[in-house]
């Protein structure tokens, strides 16, 4: 590793020299900063017009020293890996501030909760190369831990003259570790997540992106993240670099320092190159619409099928982002037996890596080809029975497994969190008539739906095409309920399922103003009813009977059916003994 790292054309060689001999120093380590190393660097600092920095790590020794301008000093991108929660880095980083003022800049605290810095210690400079100044900044455990409304996660430490420098560091760090390691602990108990700013791109105005952002929070909350702001912006062309352009990059950065944000949630997908230089500009982790959905799946997904069918996704996902960097650019050599014969190039790192991702998608299409085969014979199975299947359909979070669980009084969990089923359940129950039917609930829909899910859960989702009857429940409770009902509409079009009658609930009746919704469904063909009415489920059983075209078998197998209303969850689907 070059322990030399910046921009050091226009140095001359005596200041090249004294400025490389700083990595043969080492620091006071009971001190934040060894006065003689600081004194050092302020007096190179004004000798050269550059400001100045080293990275030392605790033993007080110089890992890696830094070449700026009048400006800032730049970090090496080679670094390693973020500690996890409630550790740091081991390192310190050391800079010199040319006529700089007591706050460290928006670039200084991004370095500082990008790479958990053990401190930043800034040596203010005078225009005599005096060092005039030595102010440290660490991280604040306690705003880990505690609604802060500015969200600052930094703390900076009273300026001290460099006689008032004490020796008490290290016994500081321990303890600041300590405190950090003890709210992360806490915080992980807590939330399970991370403080993330949503970021939208719009091309309309702010009050028509409104709902897409509302959805991306509600994506944002099921994967267990913590929404501390939202930041739009309007652009026209989209910047292939970043999408936002280096100005608004600079500008989320700084908000996540604010608000204390480690994740960055993007409303567009963004390819590899974008992902990675926004991360490589802000030092945040970077996500975007299709990423937040797969890592839904992958938490919600629990049978074999399931989980085949969302490791499908995640490779299609990531393999035209498999971007190489540093080493992973590197060429595996090859030689002859016993290490003799000639050395060619070998193959690429990322080459190797993204032919085994091919093979790995390969085998897992081969398992999803035996999984449809399973489903298949269990809908021939089911088709054999002579009962008439009804698929609930619907946008996620609409309410489709409390209504399977309200008329067959079955136990499917029912969360109000997107995407809580990702498997299809089917159960049997009896409409009013006598006539027994088969209910399924199945994986719900989403506006833009990412592709290689889409292809993953078609075999799922085909099914539907093979209804006898299709619900369709719309959730008022939302603001873009219209817009919902359209993906729906348009998505089983696209799954050849748009010639299958459909029964259309408008859900959460006792969430909205009825009177006041009744006007927007009054050129609608659908019906205002609420899961948590007992008349409504009386009604829809009926609605049910007479979309599929069912008579009544008489009154004693309705009075049946009366009788098996009253009885206990997990009794009502119980046959009556011959």
């Known amino acids: 590793m070059p322990q030399l790292f910046g921009n050091t054309q226009g140095l001359k060689p005596s200041e090249l020299k004294a400025i490389e001999r700083l990595s043969r120093r080492r620091s006071e380590r009971n001190r934040i900063v060894g006065l003689d190393l600081a004194r050092e660097m302020a007096s190179l600092s004004e000798e050269c017009g550059r400001n100045l920095g080293v990275l030392m790590d605790r033993a007080g ?5 830094l070449v700026g301008d009048r400006q800032a000093v730049p970090l090496p991108g080679d670094l390693g890996p973020t500690p996890a929660p409630g550790r740091l880095r081991g390192l ?7 006529g700089g003022g007591l706050s460290p800049s928006d670039e200084d605290r991004q370095a500082m909760v990008r790479h958990s810095f053990d401190a930043l210690v800034r040596l203010l400079v005078d225009e005599f190369g005096d060092l005039l100044w030595v102010v440290p900044t660490v991280l604040d455990p306690g705003a880990l831990g505690r609604a802060d409304p500015e969200g600052r996660i930094l703390m900076d430490l009273p300026a001290m003259r460099p006689g008032q420098v004490g020796t008490e560091y290290p016994a500081e760090l321990l303890a600041l570790e300590e405190e950090l390691r003890r709210h992360a602990m806490d915080l992980h108990e807590a939330a399970e997540g991370e403080r993330c700013v949503l970021v939208g791109i719009r091309d309309g105005s702010e009050e028509e992106e409104r709902p897409r952002m509302e959805e991306l929070g509600q994506l944002a909350r099921s994967a267990f993240l913590d929404v501390v702001e939202i930041v739009m912006q309007h652009r026209e062309r989209m910047d292939p670099r970043t999408l936002i352009g280096s100005g608004k990059v600079k500008d989320l950065g700084r908000t996540a320092v604010r608000v204390g944000a480690k994740v960055l949630l993007f409303d567009r997908e963004l390819t590899g190159v974008q992902a990675r230089n926004l991360e490589d500009r802000t030092g945040l982790q970077v996500l975007d619409r299709t990423e937040i959905v797969l890592r839904i799946f992958e938490r919600r997904a629990r049978t074999r099928a399931a989980k085949i069918r969302v490791a499908l996704a995640r490779l299609r996902y990531q393999l035209p982002r498999l971007v190489g960097k540093g080493a992973g ?9 016993a290490g003799m014969g000639t050395r060619g190039k070998g193959e690429p790192q990322l080459e190797m890596q993204r032919r085994r991702m091919r093979d790995r998608i390969h085998r897992l299409e081969a398992l999803l080809a035996k999984v449809r085969k399973q489903m298949e ?4 199975h089911r088709r054999r029975s002579g009962l008439p299947v009804v698929a609930l359909v619907g946008y996620t979070n609409a309410g489709k497994s409390s209504w399977l669980n309200a008329l067959t009084e079955a136990e499917v969990p029912a969360e109000d969190l997107l995407f809580a089923t990702l498997e299809t359940t089917v159960r049997r129950t009896r409409l009013p008539g006598g006539k027994r039917i088969l209910l399924s609930d199945t994986v719900g829909f989403l506006r833009d739906l990412p592709p290689g899910l889409m292809d993953a859960f078609r075999s799922t989702l085909e099914e539907l095409a093979q209804a006898d009857l299709l619900v369709h429940i719309v959730d008022l ?24 009658p459909i029964l259309t609930l408008f859900n959460k009746a006792d969430l909205v103003h009825e009177e006041g919704i009744r006007p927007l ?3 609608q063909e659908g019906h205002l009813v609420s899961v948590k009415r007992r008349e409504d489920r ?3 059983r009926s609605m049910i009977e007479e979309a599929l075209g069912l008579g009544s078998e008489g009154p004693e197998d309705l009075a049946e059916e009366r009788f098996e209303e009253t009885k206990a969850p997990g009794q009502a689907n119980q046959e009556k003994p011959e």
């Open 61 to 65: 020794r110089v890992q890696r020293v």
């Open 92 to 98: 310190r980083f050391v800079r010199t501030d040319l």
């Open 329 to 337: 650019m590197s060429r595996i050599a090859r030689s002859g037996s």
């Open 377 to 380: 014979n269990r809908g021939r």
């Open 477 to 500: 409770a939302e603001r873009d309920w219209q817009e919902r009902q359209e993906a729906v509409l348009e998505t089983l079009k696209a799954l050849g399922a748009e010639r299958v």
């Open 521 to 523: 469904l009054r050129h």
């Open 538 to 540: 009386y009604q829809v």
